[in-house]
């Protein structure tokens, strides 16, 4: 990177070839580690009395930051696996208690109450009403085990 220079006998450098300048994608670790080694004087790292001394601070520098790169991946790998199970779990505590609405309001249309716009506690009172006029009573304990089904269900998803 320096060109070619001759030297004369009396001691004077003649440059016989310019240098070559090429852009450096990296520097070629040999490179370094031959500047570390060889080149580094005591006042290039004043925080430690000897280039081997700091030498060794820099490997276990390196080797904690890979530790800890290492626990933060795994512990990364754990809590994503963690919320992606949560999401699942979730996702299946919808879908039944999709199901269990969708057997209240099955049980509803078939005693001819309505399905849709509807609050529970008051629907709760409906169904009590229509029992005491004579409901049949397989139909009515149908509906009460979806509505408590709801119930829990509602109980369950305000709690978390």
């Known amino acids: 990177v320096v060109g070619l220079y001759w ?3 009396d001691g004077k450098l003649k440059q016989v070839r310019k240098p070559v300048l090429r852009p450096m ?6 490179l370094l580690y031959y500047v ?7 006042d290039r790292h004043p925080f430690f009395p000897s280039t081997r001394e700091y030498i060794t601070a820099f490997v276990e520098d390196k080797a904690e930051r890979w530790a800890l790169g290492s626990r933060f991946k795994t512990r990364l790998t754990q809590e994503v696996a963690r919320l992606q199970q949560d999401n699942e779990d979730l996702r299946s505590q919808l879908t039944q208690e999709t199901d269990h609405l969708a057997r209240l309001e099955r049980a509803l249309k078939a005693v001819n109450l309505p399905a849709d716009g509807w609050n ?3 629907e709760l009172i409906r169904l009590r009403d229509a029992a005491a006029v004579g409901m049949d009573r ?7 085990f979806a509505a408590q ?3 829990d269900a509602v109980a369950r998803l305000h709690s978390k």
């Open 149 to 151: 089904d709801i119930l």
């Open 7 to 9: 030297a004369s006998a």
């Open 120 to 122: 529970l506690q008051t």
């Open 36 to 42: 570390v080694i060889s080149r580094l004087e005591p």
């Open 25 to 30: 994608q990296e520097l070629p670790t040999w």
């Open 138 to 144: 397989d139909v009515l304990r149908s509906l009460q």
